[in-house]
């Protein structure tokens, strides 16, 4: 399926064309980087078809996060085979004892 392209307001200047931020003295605006002052974002995109496959994978596990400070990679022990990923199930993480005693509180 090939890409569409969509012409839509530009999110970092709401469609202005001007960028007034921290670094702008009041009452002064700077051409927006993102759209070189059009206003306009050209969002180009592949339609969803489905979940693709991916070779090579045995497990699937819940992931720690995207940043250094939180931690990358699997976390925890919830696995479950990509086979199973692939039919449409996802890892579940038993909540810890502090979920259950937070819960019990809550009661």
Do not use: W
Not at 24 to 36: F, I, Q, S, Y
Not at 40 to 56: E, H, N
Not at 81 to 94: N, V
């Amino acid at each position: 399926m090939a890409n569409i392209s969509i012409d839509a307001e530009c999110d970092a200047c709401a469609g202005t064309g001007l960028y007034s931020g921290f670094a702008e003295p009041a009452g002064v605006a700077v051409v927006c980087l993102r759209c070189d002052g059009t206003g306009c974002a050209k969002v180009t995109y592949k339609p969803f078809s489905g979940r693709k496959a991916r070779r090579g994978i045995k497990t699937v596990r819940l992931s720690r996060g995207t940043t250094l400070m939180s931690g990358v990679g699997p976390t925890g022990k919830a696995e479950i085979s990509y086979a199973e990923f692939a039919a449409g199930a996802m890892p579940q993480e038993r909540p810890s004892a502090k979920v259950h005693a937070l819960k019990r509180k809550q009661r």
